[in-house]
């Protein structure tokens, strides 16, 4: 069974970084793309970052310089370096799995599109 496990969010002043990381486990990774979503209260999950088996990526147009997508293979975690962080940044931020062989393109930022969840981890960005 899939299961992702994130980690590594916290309260940070504006202008900080964190670095995030999703545990993955119970699938092969060049049948899978991945991916962070993050949601603040009363907003829509939105799509951050995903990365496909060949390790293509794809941004949010307000992340894109920001923030930065990764793996590291042999350890089965995918990371998110975000830099600059500011109030807006504030939300819960998810790990995502779909299997698929290509997820390219700004259309792979819908949530709807991901069929596996880890349960979020917080990030607050304070002023």
């Known amino acids: 069974q899939v299961q992702l496990v994130e980690s590594g969010g916290g309260s940070v002043q504006a202008g900080g970084i964190l670095r995030l990381s999703c545990a993955a486990s119970g699938f092969t990774r060049d049948y899978y793309c991945l991916a962070w979503f993050r949601q603040a209260p009363g907003r829509e999950r939105e799509g951050v970052a995903v990365?496909?088996?060949?390790?293509?990526?794809t941004y949010a147009d307000s992340m894109k310089g920001r923030f930065t997508i990764s793996e590291d293979n042999a350890k089965n975690t995918l990371y998110l370096q975000m830099n600059s962080l500011t109030p807006e940044d504030t939300a819960m931020y998810y790990c995502?799995?779909?299997?698929?062989?290509?997820?390219?393109?700004?259309?792979?930022?819908?949530?709807?599109?991901?069929?596996?969840w880890g349960q979020g981890t917080q990030v607050t960005v304070s002023s």
């Open positions: 990365i496909d088996p060949h390790g293509s990526t």
């Open positions: 995502a799995a779909r299997s698929a062989l290509t997820c390219a393109g700004s259309y792979y930022l819908s949530s709807p599109l991901w069929t596996y």
